[in-house]
């Protein structure tokens, strides 16, 4: 049955940039997944497949809509039981939770920092408007405002990373040798800072600049098909 | 076969307070398994099993010797297969070893500048000479400026709980609905706190104290068997 992913994207249809997307695309190629993508701009999400859901990424997989990446990765586990594993385990599902609060909680509100100006350029007009009224009226100050003292933000950053940077200093991945679901959280957040903004912050040298990419090298190069920002 | 759990104590040897030997002890609990502990101060270690390890705890089961709490949860988990899982899988042990790294880089050295100096001052007098003498030349100042401003030093450490507090917020544990050893990980780190220093910082109504006080009552009581600091 055809699977199709849904994703986010701004003025460019061919550069997805949403982390949570980046997560589902990640976990289809891990389980060695044929499927097809179609693109939404912000305003567009209500009106995929009827309105099913108010956040991407949203599977189809024949007759099956699952929305959010956690649960299209736990659905995609259950129904491809045979395919590569994203989980290893009820452990490594449950401890992937802890992985995704982490990432949401110390790299997601950084990188918004870094790069909410730069999203909101790189949007089609009618989203760019929906965008700086809902975050402005959200952060209660100005895109501008809100990145403007984002290079003294990049150490605070970086030292954040240090649980990730310990591990991936001495393995390949978060999952050892070869990557999990948990990977592709951490992987999402980084990908989309790469993709919806030119401000560079992960330091040449750095064992988390390495583990970055080898995940964009995973899955024949699905990571980095979508050039970084310029 | 019998099973010894060397553990580190001050005078009180009724007291362990090492947050790794916690760990390996809540390990042997969840795995059901009967135990006998014994315990050595810090210029003890040495002596232990013929000198076996420089770190605590080390654990005997018949003829076998394992050093550090992971490796421990590891030993019981592959000798124990049939007892309750720690990991419940493969991903869950490599995920273990992720909220490892984050409790050790974010709570255990906030808890070591509340706690150092009432560790110190809970040490048999042997050891209190060696643990000042190694940890003011590891902090590079003495134990009373290090813990200080320790009060100013709460709401930082309560922030970087939030991973964990948007998780038990919403679950008993970690593991769920039941623990896993990723549990134990982060509840050893806060034991440490409780029995080595009165000074308390876990507010009540917080959802990780909630979590921390599951902890205490999981194994008839394991954890609260060993009063709090007064």
Redesign the interface.
Known sequence: MAITLYELVGRDTARPFSPHCWKARMALRHKGLDFSTATAGFTEIPEIEGGVSKIVPILRDGERLVADSFAIAEYLEETYPDRP?L?????????????E??SQ??IHPAIARFAVLDIHDGLAEADQLYFRQSREKALGTTLEAFVADRADRVEPLLASL???R??VSKQAF???ESP?F?DYIVFGALQWARIASPFRFLPKGDPVTAWFERCLALHDGEGARVPAAA
Chains 1, 2 share one sequence.
Request: aromatic share 10%; no cysteine.
């Open positions: 594993s989980f290893r385990g009820e452990g490594g599902r449950a401890l992937s939770r802890f992985v609060s982490w909680r110390t240090e649980p990730l310990a591990i978060l999952g050892g999990l948990a």
